[in-house]
């Protein structure tokens, strides 16, 4: 007759509404025909539960929720079925709970087989209602009540089908009914001796895949409340995709490892008979859902990821047993009559040592097992220890398309690599299908995230934190969120801003904060700026990578640099304070570094979007020498000097410069030569060369009177520079020279920053605007030396230097840009 089978969960009959919504999916489909098997009302099988239990115990309020059971359903009969209903099939079933109920109490203890019994009525109450349903909306449906066809025995695998007296009674049935549509009780049966009993926990898929079986049925589907299999949990990868084809083997693969696809047990009758299974949403029925067949496609060669915690590994190590045949199976024999399930198993072909994966409940009885069964090896010394490591989950990385594909496990690895996580045990079966990772249970989401990302199943998803959103650190922002989702497309990055903070407060956003709203957000925060709670913020356990970009001119954020990079949190900033400052602080973060495996990018600290840094290391590491390094680093001070030609005073100059973002948060800095002096020390430290700030000779501009006031205090008091620079720049015109700003530095340690007359026709007298140049010379670059010349400061190239230097970090961990 060409049956379908579909099988409707609780969330899909949780009341009366919904029940109509099962009763229209299934009026919608042309089926020739239909067997439905039904769960319970959603929350009624736990209801059951503790109301048997509580009346077993005493409870008196047992009469209450039997109440409260009743009138839920009372409530959808009446609801979908009218006032006027008869609903005699339901108090009769009530009538028996309660006195079952009531002779439990009696007896003051649970059976297995009330328990049983009473589990069970949730699915009898449901496929009530919805035949009944069915039959008021004038279809012709039947109601098969599992309990009298299906015929189950128990084994160690669980329970099974008893085939023949199941056919015979389902005969039997089908020779009085004839309907088009059977709606089945899902969950309940019969044990071989005639008792009522359930096929247990997620039983109502296992009864949909033997009644589609029994049926004979072309399909299963199975109807839920979300669109189909994703990727991966959705609670831990909220960019999980969902998937539309899965085989057998990927479906039980993810299902075995928790993913919430369907029981594997329930995929056996399915798979014997090459039935496909489709998962679909009620909700959404016209969504395809997802096809679990035989065959799926081998691409993309990783379909799904999946991670189960609350595990521990064991492990057994020792000399004596390699080469030893036999200690496998005496290490599961003794783990089997333990009553321990192994989770994953990994062993080295040097046989050193056998590491087991298992529930963390289980491992203490592990551990004994293990010592009871090797206590002679353990005291002769062949075997050294028997251990357990607590808190360990397992990542599964799954998909058929895996095997024979070389570098998948390359990619797994190293996109744990790069989120550090460190890997416990691995295991992978010769059907490559599945590979299984064991690491610290607080990884796990961050492990799972990461090698979803480098799959391409969801986006690289950096967590980002940015310090001092100033003037460079507003177009910064400005940039980031005009770019943003053109990289999350081109280049499946995404740069997430999970915390801003300014000198005074921070916000700290779990899901992210929207880079082109961020003024209303940060100026609504409260919560003092805190920086230790900032970076725990932005290194998310979840996330698989951590950026910090500081975007202050602060010594203080600078000192926090170090502990950062040494918890895997990546700085980026134009911040010249670490790279120039304190020479012992510059060492501890040149360590942290390695010690964290992550990035530090200053590129924006000297010229600031010009490419300074990245030529001076590209000379280095090709193995030039540098002689010396020359130049006007401070694009400040070419400004004011290609401005500066007496006709207005040098202050006004000044404030020019400062209000269109190109000074120093106090200009002093610029003006005092130091700005130049750390952007020298910078560039000598890269080339290797341990210059400290003192050692460099500066001269300033800044009068002694105004360099220990108070910046708004030196602002207003500008003018007092005016005097000295207009006869400096009166003599140089006498002697046909001009002025510029310039820096020196060479290979003998020489570093001298200050002003100087230059020839008219000098390289640098030619400069635009805030232009710096840098001028290297190198054993390579001797006679003619490698020039880089551009502007050198404005919020616009800063912010950009900046930028990059936040593409090349994600570059470095996978981003494919
Ligand atoms: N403006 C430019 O052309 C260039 C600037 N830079 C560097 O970029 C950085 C930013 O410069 P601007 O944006 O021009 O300065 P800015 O003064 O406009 O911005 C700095 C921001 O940092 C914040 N801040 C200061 N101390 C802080 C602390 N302890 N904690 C949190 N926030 C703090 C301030 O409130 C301010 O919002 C500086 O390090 C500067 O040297 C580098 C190259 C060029
Ligand atoms: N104030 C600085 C900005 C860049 O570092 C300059 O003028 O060069």
């Given amino acids: 007759m060409g049956w379908v089978a579909h099988k409707f969960g609780g969330s899909s009959l949780a009341d009366a509404g919904r029940i109509r919504q099962v009763a229209t999916v299934l009026g919608a489909r042309d089926d020739a025909a239909q067997v439905v098997v039904v769960s319970a009302m959603a929350g009624v099988t736990d209801a059951l539960t503790r109301l048997v239990t509580d009346a077993a115990a005493g409870d008196a309020d047992w009469r209450v929720q039997l109440a409260g059971l009743r009138g839920r359903h009372v409530e959808a009969a009446t609801t979908l079925l009218g006032e006027h209903a008869d609903l005699g099939w339901l108090d009769s079933v009530f009538a028996d709970l309660a006195d079952l109920l009531h002779a439990q109490s009696l007896l003051g203890s649970l059976s297995r087989e009330a328990l049983d019994f009473v589990q069970g009525l949730g699915e009898v109450l449901s496929a009530g209602l919805l035949t009944r349903y069915l039959r008021s909306q004038g279809r012709e449906a039947a109601r098969l009540d599992a309990r009298d066809v299906l015929v189950v025995s128990e084994t160690e695998l669980g329970r099974v089908v008893e085939d023949t007296p199941t056919r015979d009674r389902l ?8 309907a088009r549509c059977v709606v089945v009780t899902g969950f309940v049966c019969r044990a071989a001796d005639g008792r009522i009993t359930t096929l247990g926990r997620n039983g109502s898929d296992y009864s949909g895949a033997i009644f589609a079986d029994l049926f004979d049925a072309t399909a299963l589907h199975i109807w839920t409340d979300v669109d189909g299999v994703l990727s991966a949990d959705p609670r831990l990868v909220p960019e999980a995709v969902l998937l539309d084809r899965l085989s057998y083997d990927e479906a039980c693969e993810l299902a075995y490892f928790g993913a919430r696809v369907i029981h594997p047990q329930t995929l056996a009758p399915a798979i014997r008979r090459g039935m496909p299974i489709v998962i679909r949403n009620t909700f959404n029925a016209g969504h395809p859902g997802t096809r679990i067949e035989a065959e799926s496609s081998a691409q993309p060669p990783v379909k799904g990821l999946t991670t189960i915690g609350d595990l521990a590994i064991v492990n057994l190590e020792g000399a004596g047993m390699i080469g030893v045949p036999g200690t496998a199976e005496r290490v599961f024999g003794a783990l089997h009559d333990a009553g321990v399930s192994v989770v994953m198993i990994s062993q080295g072909s040097s046989e050193h040592s056998i590491c087991s994966v298992v529930r963390a409940a289980q491992a203490g009885r ?36 895996m095997a024979g594909t070389p570098g998948i496990a390359a990619q797994v690895f190293n996109s744990l690599a790069r989120a550090q996580v460190n ?43 940015i310090v001092g959103p100033g003037n460079v650190g507003r177009v910064f922002l400005q940039q980031l969120a005009a770019r943003g989702e053109e990289l999350r497309r081109r280049a499946n990055l995404d740069l997430r801003v999970r915390a801003i903070a300014n000198s005074r407060v921070q916000c700290l956003h779990e899901s992210g904060i929207d880079p082109a709203a961020w003024p209303e957000t940060l100026a609504a925060a409260t919560a003092p700026l805190e920086l230790d709670a900032f970076a725990d913020h932005v290194r998310a356990p979840h996330l698989p990578h951590a950026l910090i970009v500081d975007l202050s001119a602060s010594s203080e954020i600078a000192g926090h640099y170090a502990g950062w990079l040494a918890r895997g949190i990546h700085v980026v900033t134009p911040n010249k304070q670490a790279g120039s400052g304190d020479w012992s602080r510059y060492q501890a973060i040149r360590a942290a570094q390695a010690e964290g495996r992550s990035l530090f990018r200053y590129e924006a600290t000297v ?24 130049g006007i680093l401070s694009g400040t001070l070419a400004w004011l000097f290609n401005r500066f030609d007496g006709s207005v005073p040098f202050s006004a100059l000044v404030r020019e410069a400062r209000e269109l973002g190109y000074t120093e948060p106090d200009p002093r800095d610029d003006l005092s030569g130091m700005d130049v002096a750390r952007k020298l020390t910078i560039l000598a430290r890269e080339a290797g060369w341990s210059l400290r700030l003192e050692d460099v000779e500066v001269e300033s501009l800044v009068p002694e009177a105004l360099r220990g006031v108070p910046r708004e ?19 140089a015109r006498d002697r046909g020279c001009i002025l510029r700003h310039v820096a020196h530095l060479d290979a003998e340690g020489r570093a001298r920053v200050g002003i100087a007359e230059l020839p008219a026709d000098h390289a640098f007298a030619h400069l ?14 001797c006679d003619n030396p490698l020039i880089v010349r551009g502007p050198g400061a404005g919020p616009d190239v800063t912010a950009a230097g900046v930028f990059a230097d936040v593409l090349r970090v994600a570059a470095a961990l996978g981003a494919q840009l």
């Fill in 713 to 731: 205090d030196f602002l207003a008091r500008l003018h007092e520079l005016d005097e000295a620079l207009a006869t400096r720049l009166a003599g």
């Fill in 607 to 630: 010229g600031a979007g010009l490419p300074v840094i990245s030529t001076l290391r590209d000379l280095l590491d090709t193995g030039d020498d540098i002689l010396s390094i020359e």
């Fill in 366 to 401: 592990a551990v004994a097992a293990l010592q009871h069964a090797f206590a002679a090896e353990l005291a002769a010394g062949s075997i050294h220890a028997v251990t357990s490591t607590p808190d360990i989950a397992v990542l599964a990385v799954v998909g058929d398309g």
């Fill in 423 to 465: 890997i416990r045990a691995i295991a992978q079966g010769a059907s490559e299908r599945n590979i299984s990772i064991a690491v610290a249970a607080g990884d796990a989401s961050r492990a799972l995230r990461a090698v979803h990302a480098a799959f391409f199943l969801s986006p690289q998803t950096v967590s980002v934190g």
């Fill in 768 to 781: 635009a605007l805030t232009d710096n140049i840098i001028q290297f010379r190198s054993r390579r670059y």
């Fill in 171 to 178: 005969a039997a049935w089908r020779a009085v009914h004839d």
